[in-house]
């Protein structure tokens, strides 16, 4: 099963901390979209090293190298992190508008909430919109997406297809219609996201430590749980 801290601890923490340099970071021309919550490797923020606490604006760039990741929290609430070698910019304004993450290459992991502002990955061959969903996209030839729980939209010029909680689907091109959706494989639970956490959001204590009393974590689980993870 996979485990969560209490939704409103992201939210906090990504206003939180665009809010504790007493308004500097709403003073710049672009607004604040996310907060970096974890880093490990060397990634890059607008072709500059990426450091942990820093501010992500609108229209920035994140790139991963490999062993790489990073974790971001949004100001909607919601949690992106990126896998190793990739490359996304952060195309949406926050807020009402929600946010839009342009995947140009690499794997990310989304968690959306329920009723908050939406949350896009544009993809090369499609575009995936989360509906209080956690989910995985990876690009490369094709575009894969695979949803562990609520659903996702997955769209082109080709049509729309919902994929729901333990289903993936696969987009070859921009040509093609993203296929009907299948159910995961084991070797679809990847845990790389887990890793990847920042210490506010970690999703399960470490070995023979208990989690801290001021993170609430609850745990939710899969309708169906896999007989086999990587």
């Known amino acids: 099963m996979w485990a969560f801290t209490e939704p409103r601890k992201v939210k906090a923490l990504a206003f939180g901390l665009a809010v504790s340099v007493g308004g500097t970071a709403f003073a710049t021309a672009k607004p604040?979209?996310?907060?970096?919550v974890n880093v490990k490797g060397?990634?890059?923020?607008?072709g500059k090293p990426l450091k942990k606490n820093a501010f992500v604006y609108l229209?920035?760039?994140?790139?991963?190298?490999?062993?790489g990741?990073?974790?971001?929290?949004?100001?909607?609430?919601?949690?992106?992190?990126?896998?190793?070698?990739?490359?996304?910019?952060?195309?949406?304004?926050?807020?009402?508008?929600?946010?839009?993450?342009t995947l140009v290459s690499g794997q990310v992991w989304i968690r959306h909430l329920q009723g908050k502002a939406g949350l896009q990955v544009r993809a090369p061959q499609a575009v995936v919109a989360a509906s209080g969903a956690e989910a995985d996209?990876?690009?490369?030839?094709?575009?894969?997406?695979?949803?562990?729980?609520?659903?996702?939209?997955v769209t082109n010029d080709r049509g729309k297809q919902p994929v729901a909680a333990n289903q993936r689907t696969e987009v070859g091109g921009t040509d093609q219609a993203p296929q009907a959706p299948t159910a995961l494989l084991p070797k679809d639970f990847e845990t790389w996201h887990t890793g990847c956490a920042g210490q506010d959001l970690q999703t399960a204590p470490a070995p023979g430590r208990a989690a801290s009393p001021t993170l609430q974590i609850r745990r939710k689980p899969l309708k169906t749980a896999p007989s086999e993870r990587k």
């Open 69 to 101: 990741c990073v974790a971001a929290a949004l100001v909607t609430g919601a949690e992106v992190r990126l896998n190793e070698r990739t490359e996304a910019r952060l195309d949406g304004g926050g807020g009402r508008e929600g946010t839009s993450v």
């Open 32 to 36: 604040v979209v996310a907060v970096v």
């Open 59 to 67: 229209g920035s760039v994140i790139e991963t190298r490999a062993g």
């Open 42 to 46: 060397e990634p890059w923020l607008d």
């Open 137 to 153: 996209v990876a690009v490369g030839s094709r575009t894969a997406v695979r949803v562990y729980e609520g659903s996702v939209d």
